[in-house]
């Protein structure tokens, strides 16, 4: 069965500085790889997902993400945080046809001035 | 387009007593999921419908948990009787095909004194 791994429960990163959010997944094939963003008392929006192709992927608000298949990977990245990014963000993953997206349990943001 | 809408956004009862949610996912969006979502962690799956269907129901706790999808489009979860366990958010969710982007609604909190 798929699994997810958010080994950060939290984040602290100063603004302009640059993000690095890990994400580790469990599955037979290549997934289906997706990362979202919740702000508080929101739902989800994703951000960005990975189905196959080129291994980096853009997304909204300036994120990428890295599909490293060696390392059953897929980090979130963004150069330059902006205190607007202070949110939760939760890497899924679904199987290969994606009848069932499974969500890691999130790290959360903290933006300090 | 209309987001998905959820209602309503809080829900405070006593236990035992029942409490339904309702979702109208977006228009023409065949596949509609209910999530559970505890304080401090990601979504999990509770049920999943592919038009009026329910497909996957697997981690419904069918005790005290119910939902259905009238003509496939609307949706209403129902609990009773409400445990103080049942307290978390309630996200509806729906996606216009297998695999891709859920597009989520911003969720019913539910509180159970």
């Known amino acids: 069965a798929q699994s997810v791994t958010q080994p950060d429960i939290h984040i602290t990163v100063s603004e302009g500085a640059s993000l690095e959010l890990r994400c580790n997944y469990s599955?037979?094939?290549?997934?289906?790889l997706f990362w979202y963003v919740q702000s508080p008392g929101q739902g989800l929006q994703l951000l960005l997902k990975?189905?196959?192709?080129?291994?980096l992927v853009q997304g909204i608000k300036g994120f990428e993400a890295e599909f490293k298949r060696s390392q059953s990977s897929f980090n979130l990245r963004k150069p330059s945080v902006h205190w607007s990014d202070a949110a939760e963000y939760f890497c899924?993953?679904?199987?290969?046809?994606?009848?069932?997206?499974?969500f890691g349990a999130g790290t959360r943001l903290f933006v300090k001035a | 387009e209309a987001g998905v809408v959820q209602s309503p956004r809080y829900k405070i009862i006593e236990k035992k007593q029942p409490v339904a949610f309702w979702c109208n996912p977006i228009?023409?969006?065949?596949?509609l999921y209910w999530y559970l979502q505890n304080l401090g962690q990601g979504p999990e799956l509770l049920i999943r419908?592919?038009?009026?269907?329910?497909?996957?129901d697997s981690q419904l706790p069918k005790d005290r948990f119910s939902a259905e999808r009238l003509k496939g489009v609307d949706s209403t979860l129902k609990i009773q009787p409400a445990e103080l366990g049942d307290s978390a958010v309630y996200l509806c969710a729906s996606s216009p095909d297998r695999g891709g982007e859920l597009f989520f609604g911003e969720g019913s909190r539910l509180t159970v004194l």
């Open positions: 599955y037979g094939a290549t997934p289906y």
């Open positions: 899924a993953v679904a199987a290969t046809g994606g009848f069932k997206t499974i």
């Open positions: 419908y592919e038009n009026e269907e329910a497909v996957d």
């Open positions: 228009s023409g969006h065949n596949t």
């Open positions: 990975y189905f196959s192709g080129d291994t």
